[in-house]
């Protein structure tokens, strides 16, 4: 709290002229700019502007114009109201106020919230910091230098701590995810393509008055893919599968023909709570859709009700499947196999994510994982940052149905545990 | 009989009207997708089918078609599906036969060749243009069939013809925007088709009927069918659909059932028929496999115990 000045008074207290309004202002958008919305040097003077000519008189137009200047996209809505809310108080109730704010925003069993980022945005550590400290060690920074970033990259999520764990996943949020694209057939102009377009080549003709009919050409326009994710939320899959959802919520804001779903011992729809374009609302969203967390697994028969309900209505398209489970089954793996073998056979590609597969020595024994192998074209381990950055890679040579070489390394795999 | 010597019938005025036209023409229809029929001819708006395979939703469009004298405009969706099928296109062929003997007579005037070249004698009328202009002055039925198989750009499209009953032809101007015609869309959900498209349409879920009215189906659609044996087909379907399987059979499914057994000389269901004759009812070899046997005879038992008692489910 050291870093920033405190809110001399409210705004209605203020004259419009006055130093400490327009420093307040300036101060406001650096904690919103802080807590990641876009706003630049040239905002600061718009607010200062906005707020001048509103004038200080009614809280609820200084803060529509505030927001006018400084909100520009749909899901910081709720960010700004909430910074709003809390910088503009009086500065003693803030932390209590904080306190109130916490729990509400909580993905299931961890601190992290919405306003975990307006915390570290308002450099504050919970209520009782209050002490003064020196700046420099209240100095909250999200941008990793490489070392430490490259450490991060290989370890394992179970092994991380709190606070690298928290990173990892702001750094998931940035992860640079490939245009994925498969062969379709609709057709855009294309100088160099195969296909003569007549349509365009009369207009052009006529264009330069009949004579001469040059050729257009299209050639075949790739469309994005449907993705369907499944994610395992049981107990044993808990980290993973909250890295796993971070990558979905990317995927859910990427791909426009994207399904989400997660099972433990039930199978949840997440898609729509996903599409949310801020990944802390997304992910609280699709929190409270989940009834299931963290408690025992069920894979084939949620596995079957997915086939049963879903695979007609989101797989027709030729999908690209990620499966992300350990394949630890409570259930003995009951029905499974004919469950995967149906997926299997539904979708384009279908991709195993295994954790496990972090162990070089990982032996195929558990019966649900006997179960999976036979019927996945590709399966990868999900254990690291760098893990998913490979995956996030492959990802497009499947889309694009090319085979990646591991695909040959999973076949011979296969062909040793059947024989 | 040739859909042109039909004559025109008189849009229905109530509810009950629709379903005796719908009846009379073999649809033995539920009063919510008769409702929904009424409202779609009342205020014209087209009408989104959706459902399983093999409910019926094709049907409807057909006898719609036959039941109020209109010729029928079918548009079957794929993907890839563009203006030039769907809509119109130019007769490039002819197009440049002309450019050629403009040539041959030595005519200079370029601007009245590219006129010409783009007139109604060059234009092709595919499916929605003929729809929305009407056939010999009649607003015709459109069947726009399986939507969910053609791609986003296709739907986009859709759109304005589903709102304005026009298409715009950039060379010709603003086609269309008489009588509209009645527009049916059905699709099998295998994706979810946009809201904006759904928005302006009356949407109905077709589902599959309850045993009276299957039975009543059949009847209309399958008359040689003994009535017992049919009693016992549609209960044993029924049963069916209790279980989970894979694929649940549709009406279309129960016809062709029921018929095959009629080239059986089938009188009555028992369970060799049954395992012998499955692969009419289901299409995928895991329920097939499941059902085979020990289950068909269970569910057979229960029907036939069930029709003795004369309380037919």
Redesign the interface.
Known sequence: MARRPEPRDTPAGDTPTGGHLAENVLQFVRVLRAAGLRVGPGDMLDAVRAVEAVGPASREDFKAALAAVLVTRRQDVALFDEAFHIFWKDPDILGRLMGLLLPRLRTPGEDDGGSQRLRDALGATPPEADPPVPAETQRVSVDLDWSAQERLGTLDFDKMSAEEFRRAQRLIDVLRLPALRVP????RPDPRGRHVD??A??RA??RG???I?PLCRTAPEP?PP?VVALCDISGSMDRYARVFLRLMHGLANREP?FHGFVFGTRLTNITRPLRDRDPDMALAAAAAAMPDWAGGTRIGACLTEF??LWS???L??GALVLLLTDGLDRAEADGLD?AME?LHKSCRRLIWLNPLLRWDGFQPKAAGVRAILPHVDDFRPVHSLDSLAQLVRVLSDHAAGHSPRRLEAARAWREALAG | MTTAAMPAVPPPDSVDTVLDLLSTHDYIADRALATCVFLALRLGRPLFLEGEAGVGKTEIAKVLARALGRPLERLQCYEGLDLASAAYDWNHARQMVEIRLAEAAGEADRSRLGRDLYSEAFLIRRPLLRAVEGIDGRAPVLLVDELDRADEPFEAFLLEVLSDFTITIPELGVRGGGTPPIVVVTSNRTREIHDALKRRCLYHWVDYPDAARERAILHARAPGVGKRLGAQVVAFVQGLRERDLFKLPGVAETLDWANALMQLDVVELDPAVIDDTLGVLLKYQDDIMRLRGSEAAQILTQVKAELAHGAPS
Do not use: P
């Open positions: 379709a057939r609709r057709r007549l349509r080549s009369m003709s006529l008055g009949g004579d009919i469309r449907t023909h086939n049963r007609r209505r989101v027709g398209q004919r149906r």
